[in-house]
Each structure stands twice: as C-alpha cells, then as structure tokens.
C-alpha cells in the first residue's frame, strides 16, 4: 500500500498483513497492521521499524519518500519484534540515523542486534528534539505494554505516536478512523478495540489511567492518535481515550457469558436450561465453547461482561484440558471486577467444579457458590436445577453490576 500523509510532511509508511492469524498465541481473524512513521523535515526522521518479513515494503515505501540514507533520527517507541525486527536493514541503509530509545530499550535492542557501531542515544519522560520546524516530547509508558515502551508527540502537528496503546489488529485499507466507519461500521471498530485490550493490555489498568491522567496534566493536545497497529484516530482521538478510561475502570455490559467445553455433551447439555434462566430474568447472554473457539476470543467475551459461567466435564479428577488453559490464560491477564460461577457434569467423581472455584478465587474475582454438579447426562430434574441456576446467577449479576454504575 503506498504512503499516506496523516499531516504535512507527516507520513505512514507501513504494511498491512492481510494474512496473519496468529499473534502469539492471540488468534487475529482480521488480521493486523505495523505502522510506522517518518517525517520530512530538515532532520528526516522515522518512527519506529516494521516485521521483519516486510521489511522490503517499509523501505519501499521510505524511497518513494526520501533517500533512506539521509534519515537523520529513528525513534524506537517499542522493541517487540512486530515494530523493531527490520531495523537491522534500515541502519545498514541509514548507518548515521541516531536511535533514540528509553534505558530498557536500548538493553533489549542490545541482546537482538550488534549495536556497537550505532549512534544510541536514551531517552526519558520529558526529553525533547529539535528536528527543524519540529520539536518531539518523549513520554515513557513502561508495562504499557513491555518494560521499554514509550509514546512520541509531535508538538507543532499535535500528533501522538502512541505504539501498542490505542490500537487494534485490524487489517483494513482504511486507514483512519473516519474511513473505517464508512467502510464498515463503529460496533466493528469497538469490537476490535475491545478484544485488542482484553487480551494485550487487561493487566495494566491502573497504568493506562495513571499515564492518561499525566499526559492531560501536561496540557498536551492531540489532534491525531496514531498507534503501531490498526487504524489512526483523527476524526475523534477523544473516543479511543474516553474508551481506554471506561475498560481501565472495569466498564462491562450487564451480561453474562457462559463459557464452556464437554467431552459426551452432558455440560454442553447443561448450557441450555441455564441460558434459559438468564435469559428468564432479563439478561442478556452469550454461549462460547471453547474447542470451537480461539482462547482470545473467549477472553473477549470475558472482559465485555459482568458475569461469567464456566462449565468443564471433570476428566482424570479435574478441568477439562481446554478450560484449564483458558484459565490459565485469563489468570496472566489479571481481570478484576468480574463475578463467576461454574457448573459440569462427572462420571465416577467430581472435581472440575472445584478445581475451577478455586483457580478463580486465585485470580480474586467475586464468585457464586456453589455451582451445579451433574452425574452423567442431566435428568429433567437437573434440567430444573440448572434453570434455577441461571436465574439466581442473573440475578446476582444484576445486584453486582450496580457496584459500578
């Protein structure tokens, strides 16, 4: 895709990998984008590098720009492989750039590259660059969302240049906010902020309100957001900000998610008659299982409601495996403000049920006890037991919900 000017002489010069569907580990049905930057000014400067597999694409793009040679600056915002793993070819195309780069950074960047001929210089929240008619303020982010990340902004554009923060997988030739509603629609784009931080940036809650809490005190404005994936926010940057507030608040829907595997369809049976209940007592739920399901999605559905059912076969005395490693999962993540009950079916001897309550109250998550236990295929009168299941936990959803209103 060619180059797109987000502001005079301010340009993307990224990729769009249609094809990827698996982010480590995090399934990426859509896709993604590595976006990067550069800027045309008397010290010509770039943001931040791409996948090393695009490597020939970014600097392509570059060349229809400038002679990548005369590239005076390069930021590194972030070191993750997806942003950092081309910039061996860019140094060797422009070997007198300056790499500007926090502390932590540079010690990463030094256990992937020989940089003992490169010009590194470190960088901290509230350092400054003069590269013409513009000047950049560096604002570090640590654990948003690795130890090195820091975001960049172009004071005389008002441009943030915010790496992994506000960003969404989304493979998508719209490149702007305002493009991508045209194109499709806003639920889409919520959707996709909405699982892009339920499965990268859940932990970091208090982080992102702290950060965005300093960045307002420093009075700085922003006409345009622009992450290292997915789309840039120019129509409305206050959306995305105002969005990363209400999740880093523990924002949720009063809804119940039933998140479930089986082995002989007992459990999945199960699922049924609870629906019903919820649904009986005016909330609204969803059915994810979790074998026709990638875990990121499951998380997503996770993080968007305020209740939350998990219902396992017991196998060998415990969870069934798929949702022993979604909850391994979930518990990197470190949800909070969630209320969860569980339900299952056994043959020879419980224990699933248990093993899940307990892997929960780990993650210190509210609960409802105790669940709903089958012996083999539930009877019509277990049938009756899960309804009454269903509601009672709807019903506890509803009275929990109002905690955070």
């Known amino acids: 895709m060619k180059t797109i000017e987000i502001k005079p002489d301010v340009y993307w010069v990224g990729v769009i990998d249609w094809a990827i569907r698996d982010f480590h580990g995090y399934v990426t049905p859509n896709g993604t984008t ?61 070997p007198d750039a300056t790499i500007y780069i926090t502390d932590r950074g540079r010690k990463g960047l030094e256990r992937f590259f020989d940089t003992s001929k490169w010009d590194i210089k470190v960088v901290k929240t509230g350092d400054t660059l003069n590269i013409g008619r513009r000047n950049l303020l560096f604002l570090e982010t640590p654990m948003l969302h690795w130890p090195d990340s820091m975001m960049t902004y172009i004071k005389e554009d008002k441009v943030l240049i915010s790496q992994d923060a506000f960003g969404q997988h ?129 998380v997503k559905e996770f993080w968007k409601a305020r209740g939350c059912l998990i219902g396992s076969p017991t196998l060998n005395n415990s969870m069934f495996p798929t949702v022993a490693e979604f909850l391994a999962y979930l518990k990197g993540l470190r949800p909070k403000n969630r209320i969860v009950g569980s339900f299952g079916s056994y043959g020879w001897s419980g224990g699933a049920v248990k093993n899940i309550y307990e892997e929960v109250k780990k993650m210190g998550l509210e609960t409802m006890e105790p669940g709903v236990q089958v012996l083999y295929r539930p009877s019509d009168e277990d049938k009756k037991q899960c309804y009454e299941f269903g509601a009672e936990f709807a019903r506890k959803v509803k009275e929990y919900h109002t905690k955070f209103e």
């Open 34 to 94: 590595y976006n990067n930057y550069l800027i045309l000014d008397e010290q010509i400067t770039l943001f931040d590098t791409v996948k090393h597999d695009f490597s020939e694409v970014t600097i392509e793009n570059i060349k229809s720009l400038t002679d990548p040679s005369k590239i005076k600056n390069i930021v590194i915002n972030h070191i993750e492989n997806d942003h950092l793993s081309s910039i061996g070819d860019i140094m060797h195309l422009a």
């Open 170 to 298: 989304y493979a998508s030739s719209a490149r702007f906010d305002d493009e991508f509603i045209t194109c499709f629609s806003i639920t889409e784009l919520e959707d996709a902020i909405k699982d892009y931080y339920a499965n990268i940036l859940m932990p970091f809650g208090t982080l992102i309100k702290n950060k965005i809490a300093e960045v307002q005190k420093l009075g700085i404005e922003i006409d345009i957001i622009a992450p290292d994936h997915g789309i840039i926010w120019r129509k409305d940057p206050s959306k995305i900000i105002n969005m990363y507030l209400d999740m880093a608040n523990g924002k949720a829907d009063p809804g119940v998610v039933i998140i479930y595997d089986t082995m002989w369809h007992s459990t999945e049976q199960m699922t049924v008659p609870i629906m019903q209940g919820i649904k009986d007592e005016g909330v609204n739920v969803k059915v994810v299982k979790l074998r026709a399901s990638p875990i990121s999605f499951a």
